[in-house]
């Protein structure tokens, strides 16, 4: 007598159609998801921040091994050239974040200004 056995039948999984309200949910959530200047110039100066941090261990590591003063000089003006533009570089996007920002902030009230300045003018 030979045994057979039924390999065990997989779940069948069915998928929900969306919802009209789950679809005006999504472009919500991803509304939600976007970052705020703030967020992502918080996220600039931590990635900066981490950046020098280990730029500056290494060239600390590379100076020592160095074993020559010239060389050791040459290290620390080569590290101390690409972290200022590294820095300078993150001010500048920070700086192009932050008046895009005011700009955004601004731009209702700079409009009702200039209408209620041409109604001056032309009186």
């Not at 060389?71 to 080569?78: G, K, S, T, V």
């Not at 500048?92 to 974040?97: C, G, K, S, V």
């Amino acid at each position: 007598m030979t045994e057979t056995t039924a390999a065990p039948k997989a779940k069948k999984t069915t998928k929900s159609k969306p919802t009209a309200a789950s679809a005006k949910a999504a472009p919500k959530a991803a509304a939600a998801k976007k970052k705020t200047p703030i967020e992502v110039a918080s996220g600039i100066i931590t990635e900066l921040t981490r950046t020098n941090f280990e730029e500056s261990v290494e060239a600390a590591k590379a100076v020592m091994k160095s074993g020559d003063i010239k060389a050791a000089i040459e290290l620390q003006n080569e590290f101390l050239r690409t972290a200022f533009k590294r820095n300078i570089d993150a001010a500048r996007e920070i700086n192009e974040i932050t008046v895009s920002a005011m700009r955004e902030a601004v731009a209702p009230y700079a409009e009702k200004f200039n209408d209620a300045f041409e109604k001056l003018r032309a009186a």
